[in-house]
C-alpha cells in the first residue's frame, strides 16, 4: 500500500466524523450546546488571548468621516425608537454606589473624543466621529467591584441588550457617546446615549441605553441568544 492510502483513509474519517458530529451537534435553537458551543469556547479563549487593553483602534483622518446619510441606522423597533420622558441611565451591579444619571450628569464626566472606524458584522464599515463618557471613568464614579468580570448594557429599544468582558467594557476606546460628528446624538443612530466602541462589532453597540450593570457572570445579549458569536472582537 503506498504512503499516501493510509493518508487518506485518515483525512476521510476525520472528515465524515466531523460531519456526523456537526450533523447530531449543530442545533441553532441551542447555539452554547453541543459543537457549536465548542466552537463558541474555543473562539472566545482564542480572542481573548489576543485582546490587548493597550491597543487601539487607528484614529481615521477627518476626510474619511462617513456622510452622515450614508452611515446605516438600526434598531429592532418597529419604528425609531424615542427617550421615554425623564430618562435616565440606571448603574447598578457590583458597585459600592449605584447612581442615576441624567445626560446632564454624564456630560460633566471626563469627556473622551475619537474618530475610529465602525465594523458591522453584515460586512460593511464606516467612520464617524464619537464623543462621550468612558465606561471605565463610569466604573470609577459608581466604585465598580473588581470582581465584576462582565458589564451588561440594556436599551428601551424593545428590550434589546448585550454583556461585555469586563476588559472590553472598560477599554480606553468603550465609550458611552452621546455625540457623533460633533453634534448631540441623534434618535436615529441611539440617542440620547449609546455604546461605542474601537474593540468589538457593531451589534455588540447596544443603542437607546437605560441600564448598565457590573456582573459576576455573562448575560447573553440579543444577537448572542440567537447564535451570534459573544465576544465579538475586531
Known amino acids: 500500500m503506498s504512503e499516501a492510502g493510509p493518508r487518506i483513509l485518515t483525512r476521510r474519517r476525520v472528515l465524515l466524523g466531523a460531519a456526523a458530529l456537526a450533523t447530531s451537534a449543530c442545533d441553532s435553537s441551542r447555539p ?18 489576543l485582546f490587548s487593553p493597550t491597543r487601539l483602534a487607528p484614529e481615521e483622518p477627518v476626510e474619511q468621516l462617513t456622510p452622515p446619510r450614508d452611515f446605516p441606522h438600526y434598531f429592532i423597533s418597529d419604528t425609531v425608537p424615542l427617550a421615554p420622558a425623564g430618562w ?3 448603574v447598578g451591579g457590583l458597585v459600592s454606589q449605584p447612581r442615576s444619571f441624567s445626560l446632564e450628569e454624564l456630560q460633566r464626566l471626563p469627556r473622551t473624543d475619537y474618530r475610529i472606524r465602525h465594523h458591522c458584522v453584515e460586512g460593511w464599515s464606516a467612520v464617524a466621529s464619537w464623543h462621550g463618557v468612558r465606561v471605565s471613568d463610569l466604573a470609577r464614579a459608581v466604585g465598580a467591584d473588581p470582581r465584576a468580570g462582565f458589564v451588561e448594557f440594556r436599551s428601551f429599544d424593545s428590550g434589546y441588550y448585550s454583556s461585555w468582558d469586563a476588559p472590553g467594557a472598560l477599554h480606553a476606546q468603550t465609550i458611552l457617546a452621546y455625540g457623533m460628528n460633533g453634534q448631540p446624538l441623534e434618535p436615529g443612530h441611539g440617542a440620547p446615549l449609546r455604546l461605542y466602541s474601537g474593540v468589538k462589532l457593531g451589534y455588540k453597540m447596544v443603542k437607546y441605553l437605560t441600564t448598565v450593570r457590573f456582573l ?3 448575560s447573553g445579549g440579543y444577537w448572542e441568544d440567537r447564535g451570534y458569536e459573544w465576544f465579538a472582537g475586531v
Open 88 to 90: 435616565r441611565l440606571e
Open 32 to 49: 452554547r450546546e453541543g459543537f457549536l458551543g465548542a466552537m463558541e469556547r474555543f473562539n472566545q479563549r482564542a480572542q481573548t488571548a
Open 216 to 218: 459576576p457572570a455573562a
